[in-house]
């Protein structure tokens, strides 16, 4: 096994880290505190070709695959962890399963937008009683003529009040449970869809939230994704993809909290001597080092696995998972280290802390990645069937 970048991903990752370090990290604190979204930033990015990653050159991609673009999203999220939201919420979302699911026409119409970040995107799973049971939600679209009507309601929408285009998941064959759902492409524009951002939140302060609400909204029939009854098969395939955005910022998390406590640990005095000097700090180094590194291997695996187009569920659960454990480890212990000054929002700290919690909730919970890791062990259900 070959555990060395090649140059062209070294490449890659200095530039994203170069872009994180000059372009976002000088306005971090301002932009986190004052719950401001960088829509400038994020067309940056889309310019650098940072979204393109993972689609083909006919839609405006640079097929630079998987590690690529798990890397870019861990420099990013290494400055500001909402600035890596974008990631999911155009790329690893809504271009790929567009790329995979779509016909021609809405390929052409979104994709090439989606990667240079004209357009925004977003996917509309989680309702109000609807989380990690996603075949319970109550979102209906029932078939009129040329169009699907769509009522109901989502919760917890990353980039909802910012969005120009999301992926709606919804019921279309009621009691049919997980066989039922079906997968369209939402103009969020469309007459009957309201959003209203979520302001109140732990963390991420950056990246919008909102609740979105459909009132006969009207969708072109050919806007859905495969046909009826494919959305549970596609919403699963969605977020095998999404998972490793995420695993990709819980990454950039937990080494963000690994550069504050070297340097701090440096620097402080205690007792005549710098507190790295002290095994206990020492000890919680250690272990933040040893499980940020052992995460950042089966991420790294998982995205390679993607880029050979081998069945990944099994290893891009146990990706996501650990590096989400990690991330909140590391920011618990870092937290710790800094100890009052951690607390306080004079240091960078008090944000990893916040915005580590939500990698351990987003694209399936930590306890969600675990059943499917347990279950594939156990012979249950085999997670790369």
């Excluded at 955005?245 to 440096?266: H, K, M, P, R, T």
Aim: net charge negative.
């Amino acid at each position: 096994m070959n555990f060395e970048l090649t140059e062209e991903l070294q490449d890659i990752k200095k530039l994203a880290r170069d872009f994180a370090v000059k372009e976002i990290q000088p306005t971090v604190d301002f932009d986190d505190k004052a719950h401001r979204f960088r829509r400038d930033l994020v067309k940056k990015m889309g310019d650098l070709g940072f979204f393109g990653c993972v689609v083909p050159e006919k839609y405006g991609g640079n097929e630079m695959g998987f590690l690529a673009i798990t890397l870019i999203a861990e420099e990013i999220a290494r400055v500001h962890s909402s600035m890596r939201l974008p990631f999911n919420m155009n790329a690893l979302g809504p271009a790929r399963t567009i790329l995979k699911f779509g016909s021609e026409e809405l390929k052409q119409k979104y994709i090439p937008g989606l990667v240079s970040a004209d357009l925004l995107g977003a996917f509309a799973i989680t309702e109000a009683d609807t989380g990690s049971d996603v075949a319970s939600m109550k979102t209906r679209a029932v078939l009129d003529g040329d169009h699907y009507v769509v009522n109901g309601s989502k919760m917890w929408i990353s980039n909802a009040p910012v969005a120009d285009m999301a992926l709606l998941y919804a019921i279309t064959e009621p009691g049919k449970g997980a066989k039922g759902m079906s997968a369209f492409v939402l103009d969020c524009k469309l007459p009957g869809v309201t959003v209203e951002a979520i302001t109140e939140k732990l963390g991420t302060w950056s990246a919008p939230v909102g609740a979105m609400t459909f009132e006969n909204v009207r969708l072109p029939k050919e806007n859905l994704l495969g046909k009826e009854g494919d959305g549970f098969k596609i919403c699963m395939s969605q977020l095998d993809d999404t998972r490793m955005g995420c695993a990709a910022g819980a990454l950039g998390v937990a080494q963000a909290c690994i550069d504050a406590v070297l340097q701090y640990s440096n620097e402080r005095q205690q007792f005549g001597q710098p507190i790295g000097k002290f095994q206990m700090i020492q000890d919680m180094i250690a272990q933040m080092i040893v499980e940020t590194e052992g995460a950042r291997m089966l991420v790294y695996r998982a995205a390679t696995l993607k880029d050979k187009d081998v069945p990944n569920t099994l290893e891009t659960s146990m990706g996501k998972y650990s590096a989400a454990e990690a991330a909140n480890k590391c920011a618990d212990y870092a937290m710790k280290i800094y100890g009052s000054y951690g607390y306080s929002e004079e240091y960078p700290v008090a944000r990893f802390y916040r915005d580590a919690k939500s990698y351990q909730i987003v694209e399936g919970t930590s306890n969600i990645q675990k059943i499917i890791i347990s279950n594939d062990a156990l012979g249950y259900r085999k997670a790369n069937r």
